[in-house]
């Protein structure tokens, strides 16, 4: 039932059935509702890391104590760890981990590659958005457009990642064990990233297969861009829980 | 850990003296033992309560528990066989003796507790002791263990019965089914049910509801009178007084509700003529039987939250500490010595001699070296695989049954990488704890951390003794999974989580005997026990608690002895034992 | 108006008009169709559930005669598992697990749910058949290959999962701790994924389907308790089964790869002191029972949902206080997610929030309270008519209540320390499980089975086996209450800890001797079933002279689109049974308005012209962004 055709609907309340009370086809509520069983998924991993993390005493100040730096020497981290700013005893400070930038070794750009992700999540978002109004005019060029916009997006964010988690495993960070502090730390960042990468992963399936399908007419015939609506919510959650992950594991 | 041989000797005889008065003594059949040592009823009691105190929580004599049945196992096996295994069966079963490795493979790889404080005369009296049981001496130790004679007796009574009660089922099954068939046949020619249905069923709902109540009460009354006896500590009546309250209210409500469901069903059973009332709400009614439980509830929500309040929020707390530590199967407390305070504590400090992980420094020191020898071992083990597999499949042929199967499991474990993997693992474990004791004993904390204060720390593997009329707080740390500490006379319990310090505040307001005496039961006693599941013998870990007079409470505890005290200053005599303890920890 | 009903009926991928062919396979296997696959769920359900109650027979004979041994333990469970004929130790905890995880599991949550959420809602709420069919046929195969796993991992040689059904780590998490630690515990962990992809796939469609496919005239407040339950059970589903899935993975990582999300501090006998360090297994305990507690309300809420609509109907009488039943079940629902630590009381938590726990644990007393109440209201001056359904939700409401209340006793934090993991709570949660919900199951098996198979169970058998069961499951589970205010712990293997354990023994008997009649009786039961499928009494179009829509789709042909022609319009709530002036005792909810609509009892003016609430100018925000781009002048 597109919510745009539906003429007929007046006659009855919005609850008295027959129709849908949110207007939205059976499909969009599917998606709605397990978009909010897929958020208590992320949130109890999130919680759990809430949990790990505030167990730990903060990063200490020694991060102020470290004098301003443009240039990261290539034993950074075992400068670190013997200042006591990498050690099992506190969570490690974001700052000093996350500070490489791929093609600019040794510059200390902290934090600066996951905001660029994290820009680039954000921006497949805005292309998403604009398939979608498109796909509400009808407009099957410009969904085609938008749409491969929003995979390249996707993937380019899907090879962030696994730069990101090269250059950790490179540095020594495993599932057990961390250089740059607690154990716990490097399993959390795996995990969480990781599931979530696996759904931005999944995203990008999903968005290449409805590409596929836009491109060789099958919404145009069946009258409505639904579809791209739906895969569109999907995205929209995946860059949502990605802030909330940048937020918590990045910035707190 | 104890002053010299005949001292401890001497210590065991005092404390199974004890248990004597409680179990009567009889005369010793056997004349002689395995061990060589003299049989005497004294040496015997005195195995009797180690056996209690350390075999129990897995073992019995007649019957398999956790491990196998000891009965007549002096007729199976060597003194210095059982000796060995006994002490530390894992260095045994890797120095490769094969009996012992069967034995392992056979009841479910399930790693046995090392004993490796067991002195030689304390060996030979637990041996002693079993030999004697074995051949029918002396009473029976406890529940655990089942007569030899019955269990074959009620197998025959058993199977007897199972036929009977199956021929006795399938009649009654069959005769259900002729009486269902014949009503349907005569209801499809009357062209109407033949019985009143509504009017039967109706019937058995009075007669369930009477009977029922009258069950109920029975159950009170009898089943009611086994329930626990009045709490031994002050929280625990309060505990007991919420509990009676609750009950008031419930029950109540329960009589109620219970009769009017079965009453209703009765009066308006349907039959001809009647009409039911179109009666859909009304709202006061609902109001009020909405508050009324509100109110109610309220009331012990309040009594509740002050129960609880006194419980959790005790001002006396950590004043006499005394840890428990709970571990898979068993339980071992720790006093603290004349300082007053307990010693710290770290898992990776515990080994064969220092079972709770006390922190001190010579011990941790000493530790080092053991576990870098076991790394030289499992890395020995590692290169010797190609070799071992190469034997195994050599000796494989002619095998059959169980022992061709463990065979192949072998085989199985070096060819997939299983093996090599596990070795491998542990190697990374030792690292690791070896680097972290490093670490403990070279920080600017490690003063704080090896204070002396556990030096002269009392560990009391048998019992545990507490004054009355005194506010004991129970530290409670665990040393592989989650247990649960819980002392149903005290109205107690705590998880014991690894990695997590938990702890129960009381106060014990009557004595072991004065309760013993009040009951009129002179074999009455506090027991700890565990009350989450834990593994195999999550059913037999116990360990009994008993409340002293100030009195006695401080003459025990002044017998007893530090466990790291005399460590120290290691006469010679003891300088020998202590290179056996380290050679028998050859790999752990 | 016919528009907004051939609305309805474009909503599914396939063709509903019964004209495309199917196979064997497309029919009985792979079917899209709802009633077919509740049948599936159903059948799946029972045989989990005879296995199950086969482990409790096998663990209770050792419980009863510890010092005997059985013949056939051995051959059932081979020389490994129960040498000379008696259980092992280890082997007792594995059933023990088991049979906890498919009772909870396989039985209460999708046999009952999966059934009945199945069948009916497509059926009451007046829809050709779920949202998705095709998500509702994967939900099935989920939970079929669930149950799969499961059942192997019972016969593999180090044993099945042993560490209770809530599998706390460090136990669960090392396989070096218990032998079912092991492959055992991995088997377990998958199954249950599997499974939550099951219950979460179901979820989604229940809601959806309530939601959007309610048919013309059907509004919220029309619409029988048996949905409203089960909505509100699906909600829950969704919300609480994904917590578990977040802590099972976690508890994965630690088993597997070495992380230490849960471990720490560790020293196991025979491999030395582990290196995981900074966990805590409470966080397990945390995420677990977040699933855990609303997982129990996702097993009593359906079974409530069904005893309402079956004895409103047997007593020929409106539920009394529909409104308050409604409310109570979402007071339960919103309820039930904050109560989780009270599982928890006695980990050594923050007093305070032992605290908090408390009073939303007994607060959830007062909504279940007044469902007990309008139950009896509901019975008092009806008329009621004794079939098996009726007697099964009678003995649901007894079960209730008895199990009901000794939860008062063990949300009260102080009590549930002396109370906590002994026989005590054993009573309870079998009475409130075990009792009270599986008599909803069987009581909507008994009442449904015509809407199912166009044929009714054999009533006198029916009512054999009610009567049996529920005096031997009175027999089995009373006693527990006073083993547990004796200190006797749960999960043991034998008594003999203590002395004073030992006078249980005798008790011990009379209850397996009650669990194996009851057991027993269930033969009843299922050659009821089964024999019916083929040679039961066909059955009338309405044998229980119902109100609701299931009833007006034709039984015989078990239709695929439940309705041969349009879908009917609701003018009615459910509840007009006896309703003075008229003739029948029942007004079916298609029966038009004639100026008496009474529902609530509330008059009911229809007002002339509905307003229209659809506004008049919808402008998406992706059109609004577009145009503020100036990438679209739409």
Not at chain 3, 547 to 570: C, F, Y
Request: proline share 4%; aromatic share 14%; with cysteine.
């Amino acid at each position: 039932m597109s919510t745009d055709t539906s003429a007929t609907v007046t006659e009855t309340k919005t609850w008295s059935g027959g129709r849908s009370p949110f207007n939205v086809s059976y499909g969009k509520l599917m998606m709605w509702i397990f978009l909010l069983s897929d958020a208590f998924t992320f949130s109890s991993l999130l919680i759990g890391y809430g949990a790990v993390r505030f167990s730990y005493p903060a990063p200490e100040a020694l991060v102020e104590k470290i004098a301003p730096m443009s240039h990261l020497s290539d034993d950074f981290i075992e400068q670190m760890q013997e200042i006591g700013a990498f050690s099992e005893k506190h969570w490690p400070s974001p700052e000093l981990v996350f500070n490489h930038f791929p093609f600019l070794h040794g510059v200390h750009l902290p934090l600066m590659f996951v905001s660029l992700m994290t820009f680039i999540l954000i921006f497949s978002s805005v292309t998403m958005v604009l398939a979608v109004e498109a796909g509400h005019r009808m407009d099957k060029k410009k969904v085609g457009i938008y749409m491969f916009y929003t995979i390249l997006g996707g993937l380019a964010f899907l090879g962030c990642q696994a730069w990101e988690w090269t250059q950790f495993i490179t540095e020594g960070a495993t599932l057990e064990h961390n250089p740059f502090g607690p154990a716990h730390f490097a399993a959390l960042f795996f995990m969480v990233t990781g599931f979530h990468g696996f759904h931005v992963f999944s995203g990008v399936v999903f968005n290449i297969m409805i590409y596929v399908n836009a491109r060789r007419g099958m919404y145009e015939k069946r009258g409505h861009y639904e579809m791209v609506e739906k895969v569109g919510l999907y995205w929209h959650f995946v860059d949502l829980v990605w802030v909330f992950v940048f937020t918590f594991f990045y910035l707190i | 850990m104890y002053k010299n041989l005949s001292e401890k000797f001497k210590k065991l005889v005092l404390i199974s003296l004890a248990f004597l008065a409680i179990n009567s003594l009889n005369a010793s059949v056997i004349k002689e033992s395995i061990s060589g040592k003299p049989v005497d009823d004294v040496t015997i009691a005195a195995g009797k309560s180690l056996f209690e105190g350390k075999c129990q929580s897995c073992h019995a004599l007649n019957n398999k528990l956790v491990g196998p049945a000891l009965k007549d196992i002096h007729k199976r096996r060597t003194y210095d066989w059982l000796s060995k295994w006994i002490k530390d069966n894992e260095a045994f079963r890797k120095s490769g003796d094969a009996d012992a490795i069967a034995v392992f493979e056979k009841n479910n790889k399930l790693v046995m507790t090392s004993f490796n404080d067991l002195k030689d005369d304390e060996l030979a009296a637990l041996i002693m002791y079993i030999e004697d049981a074995s051949a029918g001496g002396g009473a029976k130790t406890s529940a655990t263990e089942t007569p030899t004679v019955a269990v074959a007796v009620d197998k025959k009574i058993e199977s007897r019965v199972n036929w009977v009660l199956i021929c006795l089922f399938a009649l009654i099954g069959l005769i259900l089914f002729l009486i269902v068939k014949i009503i349907e046949q005569v209801s499809t020619i009357r062209g109407k049910d033949v019985i009143d249905w509504n009017s039967v069923n109706a019937k058995i709902c009075l007669a369930f509801i009477t009977i029922g109540f009258i069950a109920c009460a029975w159950e009170f009354a009898v089943h009611g009178k086994w329930v626990l006896p009045e709490a031994a500590t002050e929280h625990g009546r309060k505990l007991d007084q919420m509990f009676n309250i609750t009950l008031f209210f419930t029950g109540i409500v329960f009589v109620i509700t219970e009769f009017l469901l079965f009453w209703f069903a009765y009066k308006y059973r349907g039959r001809e003529g009647n009409k039911a009332l179109y009666y859909s709400h009304n709202h006061k009614l609902e109001a009020v039987w909405t508050i009324i439980p509100a109110i109610v509830l309220t009331v012990l929500v309040i009594g509740g939250l002050k129960t609880w309040n006194s419980i959790t929020n005790n001002p006396e707390r950590d004043k006499n500490n005394i840890e428990v530590f709970a571990y898979q199967f068993g339980w071992t407390a720790r006093y603290p010595g004349e300082d007053g305070k307990l010693g710290k504590s770290n898992w990776n400090l515990i080994s064969n001699d220092n079972l709770l992980g006390v922190a001190i420094k010579d011990q941790a020191e000493n530790l080092i070296p053991v576990l870098e020898q076991d790394i030289k071992d499992f890395e020995i083990q590692i290169k010797a695989l190609p070799t071992k597999l190469a034997e195994l499949k050599t000796s494989l042929g002619g095998l059959v049954d169980d022992e061709r199967k463990s065979h192949l499991d072998k085989i199985e474990e070096i060819v997939s990488g299983t093996a090599k993997a596990e070795l491998e693992k542990k190697i990374t474990n030792r690292t690791i704890q070896i680097n972290r004791i490093k670490v403990s004993l070279e920080t600017e904390n490690a003063a704080t951390f090896y204070d002396q204060t556990g030096n002269d720390d009392i560990i009391i593997n048998n019992e545990i003794h507490i004054p009355v009329n005194k506010t004991i707080t129970f530290k409670f740390r665990a040393r592989d999974v989650i247990h649960s500490a819980y002392i149903p006379m005290f109205r107690a319990q705590i998880n014991v989580v690894p990695g997590l310090a938990t702890e129960v505040v009381f106060k014990a307001i009557e004595t072991t005997k004065e309760k013993q005496a009040k009951l009129n039961r002179p074999d009455f006693d506090y027991w700890l026990l565990c009350a989450k599941i834990c593994g195999a013998a999550h059913f037999n870990m116990k360990m009994k608690i008993v409340v002293d007079t100030e009195a006695e409470y401080k003459k025990w505890l002044s017998s007893q002895e530090g466990a790291f005290v005399k460590k120290q200053e290691m006469p010679t005599e003891n300088t020998n034992q202590k290179d056996t303890i380290q050679k028998s920890l050859v790999i752990n | 108006m016919s528009q907004s009903a051939t609305a309805n009926t474009h909503e599914h991928g396939h063709d509903d008009h019964g004209h495309h062919k199917e196979s064997f396979i497309t029919k009985y296997v792979f079917s899209q169709d709802h009633k077919m696959i509740s049948k599936q769920f159903l059948i799946t359900g029972i045989v989990m559930g005879c296995f199950g109650m086969l482990m409790s027979i096998l663990f209770r004979l050792q419980l009863a005669w510890p010092d005997s041994s059985f013949q056939i333990l051995e051959t059932l469970l081979g020389s490994k598992w129960a040498p000379g004929g008696k259980l092992d130790a280890s082997f007792y905890m594995g059933l023990v697990t088991i049979h906890g995880t498919i009772m909870v599991f396989f039985v209460l949550t999708a046999g009952l749910s999966g059934t009945f959420s199945n069948l009916l809602i497509p059926l009451q709420c007046g829809s050709r058949d779920m949202a998705s069919p095709f998500m509702n046929m994967l939900s099935y195969w989920f939970f079929f290959a669930s149950s799969v796993v499961l059942t192997y991992s019972v016969f593999i040689e180090s044993g099945p999962a042993a560490a209770g059904w809530t599998v706390y780590p460090p136990l669960s998490a090392l396989p070096k701790s218990m032998p079912g630690s092991g492959l055992g515990m991995t088997l377990w962990l998958v199954s249950m994924i599997l499974f939550i992809g099951s219950a979460l796939l179901g979820g989604i469609n229940y809601i959806t389907t309530v939601l959007n496919m309610r048919t013309k005239g059907m509004s919220m407040n029309r619409m029988p308790l048996t949905i409203w339950a089960f909505f509100f059970t699906a909600i829950l589903g969704l919300l609480s089964f994904p917590v578990l899935l977040g802590g099972s993975l976690l508890l994965v990582f630690d088993r597997s790869f070495g992380t230490s999300f849960y471990l720490s501090d560790i020293f196991l006998n025979g491999e030395g002191a582990l290196a995981n360090s900074g966990g805590s297994p409470i966080l397990f305990q945390h995420l677990f029972w977040f699933l855990g507690h609303p997982e129990v309300y996702i097993i009593i809420l359906p079974a409530l949902g069904i005893t309402s609509e079956i004895i409103a109907v047997n007593a020929r009488k409106p539920i009394f206080g529909y409104t308050a039943m409604v409310i109570s079940i979402i007071g339960i629902a919103f309820l039930s997610f904050i109560v989780w630590g009270h599982h928890m009381f006695i980990t050594g938590m923050n007093p305070l929030l032992g605290l908090v726990f408390m009073i939303f644990t007994l607060i959830i007393a007062v909504p279940s309270a007044v469902k007990t109440f309008n139950y009896l209201a509901t019975l008092w001056r009806g008329n009621i008519q004794f079939t098996p359904g009726m007697l099964f939700a009678i003995g649901l409401v007894s079960f209730f209540i008895s199990g009901g209340l000794t939860g008062i006793f063990l949300g009260n934090a102080a009590i549930d320390i002396q109370l906590h993991d002994t026989y005590f709570v054993v009573a309870h949660f079998h009475l409130v499980m075990g009792c009270a919900a599986i008599f909803g199951m069987m009581a909507g098996i008994y009442h449904w089975y015509p809407r199912l198979y166009g044929r009714t169970m054999n009533k006198t058998l029916g009512y054999m086996h009610f009567w049996l069961t529920f005096i031997t499951a009175y027999m089995v589970f009373f006693p527990m209450h006073f083993m547990g205010l004796a200190g006797v712990p749960r999960r043991y293997y034998q008594f003999t800890v203590l002395p004073e354990f030992g006078i249980w023994e005798n008790v011990n008997v009379l209850i397996t001797f009650a669990a194996i009649i009851g057991a027993l009786a269930q033969l009843l039961f299922l050659y009821n079933f089964f024999s019916s499928i083929f040679y039961g009494r066909k059955s009338a179009q309405n044998p229980w002279k119902s109100n609701t829509l299931e009833w007006t789709s034709p039984i015989e042909e078990r239709l695929h689109g439940n309705w041969p022609g349009a879908i009917p319009t609701v003018h009615r709530w459910p509840y007009d049974y006896s309703k003075p002036g008229y003739d029948d005792d029942f007004i079916p909810q298609t029966v038009p308005d004639d100026g008496n609509l009474d529902e609530l009892a509330h008059s009911h003016t229809q007002p002339a012209e509905p307003p229209s609430d659809e506004p008049k100018n919808v402008v998406h925000f992706s059109t609004l962004l577009a145009r503020w781009m100036g990438l679209s002048k739409a």
